[in-house]
């Protein structure tokens, strides 16, 4: 079973930072396709950013230049470094985990041709003008 926890988060200005971080259980992370997620309040969950076992990432439009993914296999952790924060980043961020294409019995999202079954807690994130 893939299990992900979330860190980071919170409440920062216009133009601040943030870094979220996810750590993920199992011996076959570095096999996991991963990604970051977000819904705010009344809208839908959408992809923010997304990074294959070879560190290939992918962003939505609404965050290239300003959002990093990245990883680090040693420690089976994922991140997104945030820059640049604007009042519509403000949202709830989930990790979440392609893991052979498997949905696990709750929500699932196709995303970049990818089919991510496992998810973490979610984070808030409000960015304050």
């Known amino acids: 079973q893939v299990q992900l926890v979330v860190s980071g988060g919170g409440s920062v200005q216009t133009g601040g930072y943030l870094r979220l971080s996810c750590a993920a259980s199992?011996?076959?992370?570095?096999?996991?396709?991963m990604g970051w997620f977000r819904q705010a309040p009344g809208k839908e969950r959408e992809g923010v950013a997304a990074i294959d076992s070879d560190s290939t990432t992918k962003y939505a439009d609404s965050v290239k230049g300003r959002f990093t993914i990245s990883q680090d296999n040693a420690k089976n952790t994922l991140y997104l470094q945030m820059n640049s924060l604007k009042p519509e980043d403000t949202a709830m961020y989930y990790c979440?985990?392609?893991?052979?294409?498997?949905?696990?019995?709750?929500?699932?999202?196709?995303?970049?041709?990818?089919?991510?079954?496992?998810w973490g807690q979610g984070t808030q994130v409000t960015v304050w003008s």
């Open positions: 979440a985990a392609d893991v052979g294409g498997r949905c696990n019995g709750g929500y699932c999202a196709l995303w970049v041709g990818r089919l991510f079954g496992f």
């Open positions: 199992g011996s076959t992370y570095s096999t996991y396709y």
